[in-house]
């Protein structure tokens, strides 16, 4: 079976750092583009970076550049999202979601098409 | 970098009524366009991608049209089951992000 499956949830205090796992099984890892996606509480969807496991590219959205760091380790299968100095603001919940690729086409879809199922990160003094 | 607007951000709608939401670019995004369904406390689910394309499993009720800046998701008769916030997504540049929109939440009469 095709699935991310995310780390449980996190309270953090203000200014503590955190880091967020996503595994992936039932696919090749290396082969596809990993999201994260921020959705804070009764809000819409926030694009937080991607990254390819395969070479460790990692592309941020502006608004999260310097906040937050993709990264993934292929021998495992898990791609990370690490979030630095953390802020109430910080409170979400995360999700990462597989870029979907047609194998027929040899091209990346414009669609998230696999998801986890979600990190929900409480930071709280 | 480029911006979604949505519309309507909420509608109420009868079993069997044709819906149709709004999804638009402020730039052109050729076909770079996804859409999902998020029901509460649930991952987001892609509905479809490419602008037109039907996800594997997604009833065909649903689909998607559109070019350029402008696009649109129809639910040609709605089923209890179709309640949630559904969002579009730009898959435009890498270095901008793939945004989303702000999100439609559709409720059943």
């Known amino acids: 079976e095709v699935q991310l499956v995310q780390s449980g949830a996190e309270v953090k205090r203000p200014g503590e750092s955190l880091k967020i796992s996503c595994e992936a099984s039932g696919f090749t890892f290396t082969t596809y583009w990993i999201g994260w996606v921020r959705q804070m509480p009764g809000k819409g969807l926030d694009w937080v970076g991607i990254i390819y496991p395969g070479d460790s590219d990692a592309k941020y959205s502006p608004s999260f550049e310097g906040q937050v760091t993709i990264s993934a380790d292929k021998s495992i299968n898990t791609a990370y999202l690490q979030l630095n100095s953390l802020r109430a603001s910080d409170t979400a919940i995360y999700y990462c979601a597989r870029r979907g690729y047609s194998s027929t086409k040899n091209f990346y879809l414009y669609g998230m098409d696999v998801w986890g199922q979600g990190t929900m990160v409480t930071v709280s003094s | 970098a480029t911006q979604l607007t949505q519309s309507p951000s909420s509608l109420s709608a009868s079993v069997g009524d044709r819906v149709t939401i709004t999804c638009r670019a402020s730039?052109?995004?050729?076909?770079?366009l996804a859409w999902y369904q998020q029901k509460p406390g649930k991952a987001p689910r892609l509905l479809i991608y490419d602008v037109s394309n039907l996800e594997t499993g997604v009833p065909s009720r649903f689909s998607g049209s559109g070019t350029g800046t402008d696009f649109t998701l129809t639910i040609s008769s709605l089923q209890p089951e179709d309640f949630g916030t559904y969002y579009c997504q730009q898959f435009n540049n890498y270095l901008e992000g793939f945004t989303f929109g702000p999100g439609t939440k559709v409720d059943i009469k």
């Open positions: 730039q052109g995004i050729r076909s770079a």
